[in-house]
């Protein structure tokens, strides 16, 4: 299936600080979904977005899609310790060959 | 209940020994996927069921053998491994596999190792 790219590989911050992992598509997304996967851990489900320039925020965190809908980033304000973890996007569509995003690995320095 | 159990969550096994892989989830789902994840890495698809019947198979070798028994069981026969299959097996559930993409819901995987 087509895999949607996602940047950066790795971010590391300092706690308190802001972090943003992005996610683009060459093709119109029918839908993007992001997870989260803590060290040693599963992926969980964060949000799915599906209408063009959507926005939608959970606490410290705020998923936006692209008014194309080609593209979808998430953004965490004041990053705490809890925030450590891999970040992936993954599209949806009409098949089932759902693909996931390589992922954004957030480390936070206390 | 959004609980997806695996059972075990750790496995040792040689090359040429037959074990399988659990999954189990009571939400009323009709899709159930197999993953296998290596590390640093993300989710591959490997299986995909939709109401029992077997959907996708992402071109997974046959020492790789999955099964449905039913709506909520999902098991994943393993013969004849690799060391190369060592890796995360993930098992997931989704209400249905068709249409919109929902969102699935992962078990906490079964680490597997191959000697």
């Known amino acids: 299936g087509q895999q949607v790219m996602q940047i950066p590989q790795y971010q590391h911050v300092q706690e308190g600080e802001d972090f943003t992992t992005y996610c683009n598509s060459s093709t119109t997304l029918s839908n993007i979904q992001w997870y989260k996967q803590r060290p040693g851990g599963h992926p969980v489900f964060l949000i799915q977005?599906?209408?063009?320039?959507e926005v939608k925020k959970q606490k410290r965190l705020t998923f936006q899609f692209g008014e194309a809908k080609k593209n979808s980033s998430l953004h965490i304000t004041a990053t705490q310790t809890t925030d450590v973890g891999t970040y992936f996007c993954?599209?949806?569509?009409?098949?089932?060959?759902?693909?996931f995003g390589k992922g954004t690995l957030l480390t936070v320095n206390p | 209940d959004t609980e997806v159990t695996q059972t075990p969550k750790h496995l040792v096994m040689g090359m040429t020994n037959k074990k399988s892989l659990k999954c189990e989830q009571h939400m009323g789902h009709r899709a159930m996927y197999w993953y296998k994840q290596k590390a640093k890495k993300p989710p591959e698809l490997m299986f995909v069921y939709s109401y029992e019947k077997l959907s996708i198979n992402e071109s997974v070798p046959s020492r790789f053998s999955p099964e449905c028994p039913n709506s909520s069981l999902l098991n994943l026969h393993l013969h004849a491994l690799q060391p190369e299959d060592s890796a995360l097996y993930l098992c997931?559930?989704?209400?249905?596999?068709?249409?919109?993409?929902?969102?699935?819901?992962f078990g906490p995987g079964t680490r597997l190792t191959v000697t």
């Open positions: 993954r599209r949806g569509g009409s098949n089932y060959k759902l693909t």
């Open positions: 977005l599906v209408k063009s320039g």
């Open positions: 997931a559930s989704s209400h249905a596999a068709s249409g919109l993409a929902y969102e699935q819901y």
